[in-house]
């Protein structure tokens, strides 16, 4: 795989990193998913950093991409492998967090989110692909989201009238 990106340099060394990264994190989510007692979350930085998320009240999402093209077929299986492994993961039982305000009163989580929604741009509606997730809730399953293209749409645009 490496000798296809043709990756040399600095970019070789990063890329060799990712490697051991990702390595690392699916060491951590195999010994998740056996429910073995030592969990690796110290051998890379990356799950080191994401310990808080992969255990206690945490929750993780992971997407993995594919690519159609057959070169990469090999790339696409251990890619679905991880996925399948990420899926095999159970985080244990989602809890219900409740924000607080300045004066002590309660606020839900939707309350919050609504508010966080209104001072945000709008985003383009997601609409269903491929990708793995795993969860506080439960067992992980495969869901899918990707993002409308960006990209200004052909519809012609209203012009506005002269003096109006």
């Known amino acids: ?13 990063e890329t060799q990193s990712i490697n051991k990264s990702l390595s690392a994190l699916s060491d951590v989510f195999q010994a998740i998913s ?15 950093l ?13 997407i993995c991409n594919l690519s159609p093209v057959e070169e990469s077929a090999s790339e696409s299986l251990c890619t679905l492998r991880f996925a399948h492994l990420v ?7 989602a809890t219900k967090h409740v924000a607080t305000t300045g004066n002590g009163n309660g606020a ?20 269903p692909r491929q990708s793995s997730t795993a969860s506080k809730g439960g067992k992980a399953s495969t869901t899918t989201a990707t993002r409308k293209s960006m990209a200004p749409s052909s519809a012609p645009v209203a012009k506005q009238a002269p003096g109006g």
Do not use: F, I, M, W
């Open 34 to 48: 056996k429910k073995q007692a030592h969990v690796p979350y110290r051998n890379s930085k990356l799950t080191h």
């Open 87 to 93: 899926g095999s993961c159970e985080l244990g039982k």
């Open 50 to 62: 994401l310990q808080p998320c992969l255990s206690g009240d945490g929750k993780a999402l992971v």
């Open 108 to 127: 839900t989580n939707s309350s919050v989110n609504s508010s966080l929604n209104a001072s945000h741009c709008e985003e383009p509606p997601v609409t």
């Open 1 to 13: 795989r490496l000798a296809r990106s043709h990756a040399t340099g600095d970019r070789l060394k």
